[in-house]
Structure formats: C-alpha cells, structure tokens
C-alpha cells in the first residue's frame, strides 16, 4: 500500500471571543481594561503583603500566593489575547500552543488548591482560635504552598502531554481565545479516548476534591458564627464569609460547568464565555472581594501612600524653598 498522504499541523489559529470585525477593537479596549485592573489590583496585594508587618500572618500569606497565581493565569492567557484582536490572522505556532495549555493547567490547578488551603486556614482562625498559630505554623505553610505549586505543575505536566501526543492533521482552527484542551482534542484525527479521560478524571477531581474541603471548612465557620451571642458580630462575620464564598461560588461553578459534563452537551461558544470569567474576571475581582473590604488591608494601604507621598511632599518643600 502506498503511504499515506498527512499533512502534520504545525499552527494554529484562534477564533477569538468574537469572529465580528466591528467588535475586534471594543473588546480589545474591554480586555485591555481588566487586564491592567488585574495587575494593578494583584500586584497590590502581593507587595502590602510583603512590606507590611501586621499582614505577615498565615492568612495574608495564602492570599498574596493566591494574587502570584491570578497574575500568573491571567498574564499567560491576556497579552496573546489583546494583541490577536489587533490581527486579521490570529495564529499561534505549536509549541507556543503547548506552552500556553501547560501555564494555564499549572495556575489554573494551582488556584483551586489554594482556595482550598484558604478556606481551611480560616476555619481553624475561627473555630480553634487558641490553635491557630500552632497547627498553622510558618513551616506548615511553607510545606502547603510548595505541594500546591509542585501538584500543580506535575498536573500541567501530565495532562499537556497527553494533549498534544495527539495527531492533529485536519482542521487546526481553535474555537476558543487561548489554547484549551477540549476544543484543541476536538481538532484531533486520533483516538481521543486516552487524554479526554485524563481531562476528566483530573478535572473533576481537582474541582470536586477542592470543593468538598471548602464547603465543609465553610459550613464549620457557619456553625462557629451562629453561636456568637452578639447580632452585630454575627452580621459581620455572615457579610464577610458571604463575599468569600461569592468569589469560590463563581469561580468553581465555571469550572464544573466547563470540565465537568458529558462531550455530549459541551458547546465550545459557552465555553468561551464561561472561560472568560475564570481567566480575566476572577482575577481582577479576588483582590476586592478577599482584600480591600479587610480593615486590616486598608488600613496597610493607607499607610504605604502615606510613606510613598511623604518623602514627595519633602521634595517639593525643599525644591519650592
């Protein structure tokens, strides 16, 4: 038999979130938006974090590891993605593909562990206060954190592979904005069964593990606060829990409405849109919700502004005299 005749991929090209031409530079100003909010935003909390005395606490070290990971994610994801809106052809080689899929698994699986790690954290601050300092010492949060970080990369590692072990030598047009493992596995002329399982099973155990551990850390903290004599301390800690598990609420409800479900009912366009909130919104959104509604935070802002605009003021003193 004669060989047969396969042209192997070597690009692919991304759909977008919009194939409009009209819509390519208002999303473009939209995303650009959100995306210097995430920095901003991200990289605010990581140096009050670092620089301030009264945040050098467990719970501050969690949440500057989680602004690492919502800069991380969204910088892999939105600098591809503005300029691909300035372009008529939006290709992407494949290795840059690959490496693209291989940040986001490691960020992305990384993130939902350490919400994980955040919700346990307060969970014993609030029912086993006395504890606290003990069971969550320094070295216990070094050791979590570099778990988190280690599981994370074998995940991004391990699934990356079995994506792009695939043939892909048909269509290599992506229907998504960044390169995805189920639109990349729609494109593929092999048998698809091995790493769609991986997908799966590694997804939804991520997610649904994670998950179980926040829900029941939260349902404790629920309990812990019912018992507070006083209406106005319970209103309080109910407000604060409530802005948390808004977050975790959306966050982990994308997530499980993207991975988690049948091919069968999966549709790349509501993807694309679900994906956008995980990838860009999220981020943007975690540094309000988890900090600057934090006395203690605002309080370490204040300050900072305060020792940023002094040395300022001295300067134009000395200048205008």
């Given at each position: ?28 100003l ?8 995430t ?17 050098l ?14 800069l ?31 940040g ?58 079995c ?27 092999s ?8 997908v799966?099973?590694s997804a939804a ?13 939260y349902?404790?903290?629920?309990l812990?606060?019912?018992k ?16 948390h ?28 849109m679900?994906?956008?909130f ?14 600057l ?14 020792n ?12 205008y005299?």
């Open positions: 038999m004669a060989p047969e005749n396969v042209t192997r991929v070597t690009e692919f090209i991304l759909t977008g979130v919009s194939d409009s031409p009209e819509l390519q530079f208002p999303l473009f939209v995303f650009l938006v959100l995306y210097v909010l920095m901003a935003g991200n990289l605010g909390i990581i140096t009050l974090t670092s620089v301030d005395s009264r945040l606490t467990p719970m501050y070290f969690f949440l500057r590891q989680l602004a690492i990971i919502n991380g994610n969204s910088t892999v994801i939105a600098p591809k993605m503005l300029i691909n809106f300035l372009l008529k052809k939006k290709t992407t080689s494949f290795y840059e593909c690959a490496t693209q899929l291989g986001f698994l490691f960020f992305i699986v990384s993130e939902v562990i350490m919400l994980a790690l955040m919700a346990y954290d307060r969970y014993v601050a609030i029912c086993n206060p006395l504890l606290y300092m003990v069971v969550v010492s320094q070295r216990l949060c070094l050791l979590l954190v570099s778990l988190t970080y280690l599981y994370g990369f074998s995940t991004a590692i391990v699934v990356s592979s994506v792009f072990s695939m043939s892909y030598c048909s269509s290599n047009v992506i229907n998504h904005f960044y390169c995805d493992n189920v639109p990349l596995l729609a494109l593929s002329c048998d698809t069964y091995l790493p769609e399982t991986v799966f099973v155990t991520n997610v649904v593990g994670s998950l179980i551990i926040v829900l029941v850390s349902f404790n903290i629920a812990s606060i019912l507070i004599r006083s209406s106005e301390g319970r209103r309080k800690a109910f407000s604060t829990c409530a802005s598990m808004m977050a975790v609420t959306i966050f982990y409800g994308t997530l499980l409405f993207m991975y988690v479900q049948p091919r069968s009912n999966h549709s790349l366009d509501t993807d694309k679900a994906s956008v995980y990838t860009l919104v999220i981020p943007m959104l975690n540094p309000l919700i988890y900090s509604r934090n006395k203690d935070v605002k309080s370490a802002l204040q300050k900072f502004m305060t940023q605009c002094y040395p300022l003021k001295q300067c134009n003193f000395k200048w005299r």
